[in-house]
């Protein structure tokens, strides 16, 4: 070696091959070559100083995932590392002719203590300490954790897992953020969320680090003015906020935009929904019976999320592309949303024929008597969506088509009209009304391959007067969780 090399050993006395290789490593003890010991600072016997690195803070530093590991240092900086026990190898990257003559040619090395699921929460949160800022909250050795999170109102209703260090660390691996950025200042609290507040709100919720992104996005279009946040939480009506997930990081982080799309059973629809959920209430102090004043709610205000299936080609844009994002980049959409309710055509085999099954449920929304002032979602399944592009039509053809069907003669409306008190004011009923304004109508892509079913949701007042459709895109996850 030179006087700008220097060479490093990490072993453990629990490792067989290391064992083994012990008369190789005293040789190299005595050419001033540094031994790490991940166990026991007394191995390898024979050696004036062995360092003792039980706390692995010296092995997490060189990243050592095998023993025995040696590395070379060139000017302070690695050039070559050999894991396991390779003779030649060792010779060549030690430059000591004839080391460990007598063992064996090879050897596979164990798996590194750093690698211990028992031992990587503690090394972690170690490793990462001054991170956070976030006040600790200890609780009692006596105290459930999901009796004591639900008592202090972190929670849904449904257990939450607990938010350690550890976990919160981990979370903020999947974004590049810094845990201090601030996302979004969060109603109705009007509280800065920053990325590390979202990532313990996304612990909590049960997400997995990749869905960070996704969730950071959501939050940000759940604060804007258009979506209007503050004024969902505060109506009377069964609204939230769902969230619709399009383009490659949907198929990356394995969300479900097929079978059972807007139902239970997949984690990520299921945690990113429910993460934005307790933002909400834990940030923006948003909570049921405060500023939340649903006089029902839905089931969809404790997690509302689905990925929208990437479309076959530009004639059906996804909604997000519609909103002006990057048809080749993933976003999130969120629209004021309240319950499913299905539309079934198993007989229509016409564009005509099944646009107008389409446009008489979406009259309902809200009240057959009311336009204008409600918007609402419609999410056409594969078999319904088959039935229009072979057909020819696109999706700017299919919406034309309900504009028309959805125009309505305001004679009918008419409050008291058709013996209904409900409707819209005689002032507006002179002509013909839209049932949505321009820009109401968000139309979604998902769902199972078999099933001529699709459903409408409702939404909540229009534009001003409450919620706006808002896309935001989705920054790329840290490279350790692409």
Known sequence: MTQTDTLTVVVKADCPTCVMAAPALRTLADAGVEIVSQDDPAFPGGIDHVVDDTTLERSADLAIEVVPTLVRFTNGI????????????????????????????????????????????????????????????????????????????????????????????????????????????????????????????????????????????????????????????????????????????????????????????????????????????????????????ATLGNPGKYTFCFAETPPADSDWPNQAVELGEDPAGSAVTLVAAEGVRGIIDQLSRTPESLARSFAEVLAGVAHPKLAIAFDASLVISPEHLRVFREAGWTKGRLRQELATLLTLDGALLARGARGIAEGMPEAFCTGTLPKFRDGGLTIFQAGGGAGMFSAVIGGWAAGEMGSSPVSRPIGTASPATR
Not at 85 to 110: K, Y
Not at 181 to 199: G, H, R, S, Y
């Open 78 to 293: 690695e050039s070559s590392r050999v894991e396991g026990w390779d003779r030649a190898r060792w010779t060549e990257v030690s430059g000591i002719a004839g080391l460990g003559a007598d063992l064996p040619e090879r050897r596979p090395g164990c798996g590194s203590l750093t690698l211990d699921p028992r031992r990587a929460d503690e090394l972690l949160v170690r490793q990462r300490a001054g991170t956070l800022a976030s006040r600790r909250v200890t609780l009692s050795a006596l105290e459930d954790d999901v009796d004591a999170f639900d008592a202090r109102g972190w929670g849904d209703g449904l257990p939450v897992v607990p938010p350690t260090e550890a976990r919160v660390l981990r979370m903020l691996e999947g974004t590049d953020r810094a845990p201090d950025e601030v996302v979004a200042v969060v109603p109705p609290d009007l509280t800065p969320a920053t990325v590390e507040k979202v990532a313990i709100n996304a612990v909590l919720a049960g997400c997995r680090p990749e869905y960070l992104p996704v969730v950071l996005a959501a939050v940000e279009a759940a604060c804007t003015d258009e979506f209007n946040m503050h004024g969902l939480l505060a109506t009377t009506w069964f609204a939230g906020p769902m969230v619709v997930v399009s383009g490659p990081v949907a198929r990356d982080i394995g969300m479900n935009d097929a079978m059972n799309a807007l139902g239970q059973g997949n984690r990520a629809n299921a945690t990113i929904g429910r993460a934005l959920q307790l933002i909400v209430r834990n940030v923006g102090g948003g909570r049921p019976g405060g500023v939340d004043r």
